[in-house]
């Protein structure tokens, strides 16, 4: 959707068809179209494993519930944020929410969720995966969000100008809008969102990131996010190994460089 070339470091779905199909009519086309019915055949798929995955009964319907709730989140969430792109500037508070519904649910909240319905867990075992899920799952996007324009290319598998090209309306941008004097704010608007971004004028964006504080005001939020989640470990008796296995992945979301 974003019209990425790149991602962990090979080339996306769209790109690729559209390589091995040169001598189509529009290989282009042909690419975008066939990853979208290649997404809509993983979903397929995705129903069909649950199906086979002989559950209990009362379990599975939880979970069925559960995930086409998590679904629900992520194509929302994929909604707004590219309802926000390249549109004017949005408020911290709303590129947050965008965040949370687009990413911090699925990628932490929800698959916590999942695997503790399965295990039996009560109402108050399940408060605190979601608890603990939200911030840390926040953090992972805020994370990425300074990935996609301070990421060595090379470590990360994805382009630094992307982001800032296709004038993705993250937390950090918002916060470098929000702080931003009117020399800074002038080169944001010209800069950010104009698809013939180059290096030069990437790393302008960037010095304008540093100046303002942004890249240290989402550092902050990644680390309050990242103690929130540990705080629930803390206060939460969850069993020692799977405690252990949390404090991990929290280390992981969160001091990626990848």
């Excluded at 069909?48 to 559960?66: F, K």
């Amino acid at each position: 959707m974003d019209g990425s070339d790149v991602r962990r470091g090979r080339p996306t779905v769209h790109r690729t068809l559209a390589g091995s199909h040169a001598r189509h009519a529009s290989p282009d086309r042909f690419g975008v179209n066939m990853a979208i019915l290649l997404g809509d055949l993983a979903l397929c798929w995705s129903y069909d494993l649950l199906q086979v995955a002989e559950l209990a009964t009362p379990r599975a319907g939880t979970l069925r519930a559960l995930l086409d709730a998590m679904r629900l989140q992520a194509m929302t969430g994929q909604y707004l944020d590219l309802l926000a792109t390249g549109s004017s500037a949005i408020a911290v508070e709303e590129a947050l929410a965008i965040c949370r519904a687009k990413t911090a649910r699925y990628t932490v909240e929800y698959p916590l969720l999942a695997g503790a319905h399965l295990a039996g867990a009560d109402q108050g075992m399940l408060a605190a995966c979601s608890a603990y899920g939200v911030p840390l799952g926040e953090a992972f996007q805020l994370r990425d969000d300074l990935l996609g324009v301070f990421g060595d290319p090379g470590t990360t598998g994805k382009s630094d100008l992307d982001d800032l090209r296709d004038g993705k309306h993250t937390v950090l941008l918002a916060i470098a809008r929000q702080r931003a004097d009117s020399v800074q704010a002038g080169a944001l608007r010209a800069l950010i969102g104009n698809a013939r971004l180059d290096r030069t004028g990437a790393q302008d964006v960037r010095d304008i990131l540093v100046a303002t504080g942004a890249r240290d005001a989402v550092e902050d939020m990644i680390d309050q996010r990242r103690v929130r989640a540990l705080t629930v470990l803390d206060s939460f008796p969850f069993p020692a190994a799977a405690a252990a296995s949390l404090r991990h992945l929290a280390d992981m979301a969160t001091r990626r460089d990848h």
